[in-house]
Nanobody, 121 residues
Framework: QVQLEESGGGSVQAGGSLRLSCTASGYLVYYYCMGWFRQAPGQERERVATIDDNGATSITDSVKGRFTIFRDNNKNTLYLDMNTLKPEDTAVYYC???????????????WGRGTLVTISS
């Protein structure tokens, strides 16, 4: 059974850092694209970052240079390092599993429940 569980959210001041984790079970993360998405209050869910099965990463422009996505294959865990956080980064962050060989949004078939990140100014 495929499961994804996020952790690491919390409340920090602007300029601070957080590391989100997404522990996967029921499959091996390095066989699939994995991604982080976020949804702010009143807004649509947006893609933040993805890492494909070859290890290639893609970061959305609004967080480029501040956020890093990576995975630990031994721990079967996906991470999102978030630095220089801004109030506009406040959102519920979700991890998702994509396809084998694709990170297209339509291929994201399993989702975690999300973890809340709140950035105060």
């Amino acid at each position: 059974q495929v499961q994804l569980e996020e952790s690491g959210g919390g409340s920090v001041q602007a300029g601070g850092s957080l590391r989100l984790s997404c522990t996967a079970s029921g499959y091996l993360v390095y066989y699939y694209c994995m991604g982080w998405f976020r949804q702010a209050p009143g807004q649509e869910r947006e893609r933040v970052a993805t890492i494909d099965d070859n290890g290639a990463t893609s970061i959305t422009d609004s967080v480029k240079g501040r956020f890093t996505i990576f995975r630990d294959n031994n721990k079967n865990t996906l991470y999102l390092d978030m630095n220089t956080l801004k109030p506009e980064d406040t959102a519920v962050y979700y991890c998702a599993r994509g396809g084998r060989g694709t990170c297209a949004s339509y291929a994201m078939d399993y989702w975690g429940r999300g973890t809340l990140v709140t950035i105060s100014s």
